[in-house]
């Protein structure tokens, strides 16, 4: 499920399975219809997580599990670290954005185990999944999250293109750190967080 129809298209054209365009706050099936739920980095980007989180717990039937992913924090080590860290060193911080949740409000364990423990689920677990996106150019990690991401594009392209330019450099100077065999493997790490629906 996807609230953008040009996903769920794209979606539909490489994978074999049923997609739906919907709301993740008001999910669009029935009490008890599943036998798990999962959302992929999803919850980061709803005006009300819990809500979110609220909505799988309904749909899925008791003892069924729920898990969801979310990045794990900016860190000197790892990609979102070098991005971030470049922005704030050139950036300026104070340009308007509108309104927005905070991308690692769940980054952390103790966040994610309050997350899923207010939702009422039982034997919460937290995994952390480290990976990794492989990159042939040191540019590509820059481009990548500025075409894909909602809050660092923003941030960025609401700079001077002097400042943009100073940003773009800082990250690709810092992409050496992570090359290895002729590519860039950047660390990218998240934390999974499950739990079971109880029994009614």
């Not at 005006?47 to 749909?59: I, N, S, T």
């Not at 300026?92 to 966040?111: C, I, K, R």
């Not at 700079?159 to 690709?172: F, G």
Request: a negative charge; glycine letters at 10%; proline letters at 6%.
């Amino acid at each position: 499920l996807d609230f953008s129809a040009a996903a769920v298209a794209l979606a539909r054209d490489r994978v074999d399975a049923e997609f739906h365009e919907g709301d993740a706050q008001s999910l669009p099936f029935e009490d008890h219809s599943f036998d798990a739920a999962v959302c992929g980095f999803g919850l980061i980007h709803l005006p009300d997580a819990a809500r979110g989180l609220a909505e799988m717990r309904r749909v899925v039937r008791p003892g069924g599990r729920i898990a969801v992913s979310v990045w794990e924090p900016p860190a000197s080590g790892n990609g979102f670290g070098l991005v971030f860290g470049s922005i704030k060193a050139h950036a300026d911080m104070t340009v308007d954005l509108p309104h927005g949740p905070d991308f690692f409000q769940f980054s952390e364990e103790a966040g994610m185990t309050d997350l899923l423990a207010c939702a009422g689920l039982w034997e919460v677990q937290l995994t952390r999944a480290p990976q990794h996106w492989v990159f042939d150019g040191d540019h590509a990690l820059y481009d990548e999250l500025l075409e894909s991401s909602v809050r660092a594009r923003g941030l960025i392209l609401a700079q001077t293109a002097e400042v943009q330019a100073r940003i773009r450099n800082a990250v690709i100077d810092g992409m050496g750190s992570f090359r290895t065999a002729g590519v860039y493997r950047v660390p990218m790490p998240a934390l999974i967080g499950a739990g079971l629906k109880p029994p009614p």
